[in-house]
């Protein structure tokens, strides 16, 4: 009876996830930038850690190979475009792991760097009608905050924050980052579009 029981508990729990998103087709990520050698590169994940990667510039050439193919898994919610988890396949000796892209920041900056990691934990990201990837306004302007009162929702806006940049996060990369409010404070910023194309 207990296996019994086991099996359908995981059956749901497989059901369930199943329904949560529906993975897209997989592709890859090329920059556009106003910097000629910036413009045209492509981004990969590059080894940041124990499991994690960034999102590395990695030149001109963009062959699908495995550690430059991703997907998005996108939810079934009303959004104007596709929205969800950017998903990284890490692949090992016999495993394939599959990653989530997560933003990291350090809070003497306002440049955040988005890694690859193995968790249950990830932000949602999303690609518009011109397949260009963005994240999502959020749902309430701190900018117009009134003490004592309530904030009032606000209506959520594709930002396209999106550098290229020279990180470090134990490792020192020119990698893909965010800025969270205004220009970047990292001198080596480079604004850039990042478009998908499907493989």
Same mark, same amino acid.
């Given at each position: ?10 059956? @749901? ?18 920059? #556009? ?19 994690? #990667? ?5 030149? *001109?050439?963009? @062959? ?9 898994? %996108? ?7 596709? *929205?969800?988890? &950017?998903?990284?396949? &890490? ?12 933003? +990291? ?36 302007? #701190? ?8 904030? @009032? ?5 594709? #930002? ?8 470090? @996060? ?17 001198? +080596?910023?480079?604004? %850039? ?7």
């Amino acid at each position: 009876m207990k296996s019994i029981l086991s099996v359908l508990v995981a059956l @749901t729990l497989s059901a369930v996830s199943a329904q949560e998103y529906n993975t897209s087709a997989p592709f890859t990520l090329k920059l #556009e930038s106003d910097n000629e050698d910036i413009n045209g590169q492509y981004l990969s994940a590059c080894h940041a850690g124990a499991a994690i #990667e960034q999102l590395c510039l990695s030149g *001109t050439d963009g @062959t699908p190979v495995s550690y430059n193919t991703f997907t998005l898994n %996108v939810t079934s919610s009303s959004t104007d475009f596709e *929205t969800g988890p &950017l998903v990284w396949i &890490l692949q090992g000796s016999g495993f394939n792991l599959s990653s989530g892209l997560s933003f +990291t920041q350090n809070l003497h900056s306002n440049v955040a760097v988005p890694t690859f990691q193995p968790s249950s934990s990830y932000d949602y990201v999303g690609f518009d009608a011109d397949n260009k990837l963005f994240i999502y306004s959020a749902p309430y302007d #701190e900018s117009a905050f009134v003490a004592d009162e309530r904030p @009032t929702g606000q209506p959520t806006t594709p #930002e396209y924050q999106w550098y290229a940049c020279y990180t470090y @996060t134990g490792y020192y990369y020119h990698a893909l980052a965010w800025a969270t409010t205004g220009e970047p404070i990292n001198p +080596t910023c480079e604004a %850039v579009n990042v478009t998908r194309t499907f493989v």
